[in-house]
């Protein structure tokens, strides 16, 4: 239940200092535990080799862009078995291609940063994530039905990841981490378009 982790989207935007992300989600106050605001952020993190020019900002932008695609990828990967839309398949296919190559991206941003390999949004129902219930809803679908579905949660995925991003490139500090956010952003609002003809 996304309600339920308002909390932890609580943390990430103490982090971003942003409340556009909360859209779709109630907010709560962060815990004691939250994240630093942007002053003095390279200073709080880990000092070893690049992983100290990192800011919590980055760190926590990149943690929830891999939980965000990880999520994703598991509804392009049913397109093929669930229609035969040609130009739904040619999407999916693109879109997933494009999103395991920013997910490999991140994941090796977060090496150099020197955070915990653990996801700390695994398990989440976060805006813009598709949840298990959601899923298994889209297993059971096919042709039309399947494409409505598959639009709606690829739309939410692809308007929070260019929210979340358009902050990150605000307000972070590494240079490879704004530019991939800049990247989101740019190759987001691009598929939207394309998905407002797939699905008008």
């Known amino acids: 239940m996304r309600a339920l982790v308002s909390a932890s989207m609580s943390l990430f935007l103490a982090a971003l200092l942003v409340t556009a992300c909360a859209t779709g989600s109630p907010t709560t106050t962060a815990p004691s535990t939250a994240a630093p605001s942007t002053a003095g952020l390279a200073d ?3 000092p070893s080799g690049s992983a100290s020019l990192f800011s919590p900002t980055d760190i926590a932008w ?5 939980a965000m695609n990880e999520r994703l990828l598991s509804v392009l990967d049913m397109v093929p078995g669930r229609t035969t839309d040609p130009a739904w398949q040619t999407f999916a296919a693109r879109l997933g291609t494009a999103h395991r190559a920013d997910l490999s991206t991140a994941r090796r941003l977060l090496a150099e940063s020197g955070a915990p390999a653990t996801n700390p949004h695994e398990g989440h129902d976060m805006p813009g994530m598709v ?3 959601e899923l298994t809803t889209l297993r059971s679908v096919t042709g039309v039905a399947f494409q409505r579905l598959a639009g709606q949660h690829v739309r939410a995925h692809l308007q929070q990841a260019v929210r979340v991003a358009t902050a990150e490139q605000r307000n972070g500090v590494y240079p490879a981490t704004t ?4 990247e989101v952003v740019r190759a987001g609002d691009a598929e939207l378009t394309r998905l407002d003809r797939l699905t008008p």
Request: proline share 0%; glycine share 0%; charged share 5%.
């Open 44 to 46: 709080s993190v880990s």
């Open 62 to 66: 990149l943690q929830l862009t891999v």
């Open 131 to 133: 949840t298990e219930q």
């Open 179 to 182: 530019a991939l956010a800049a």
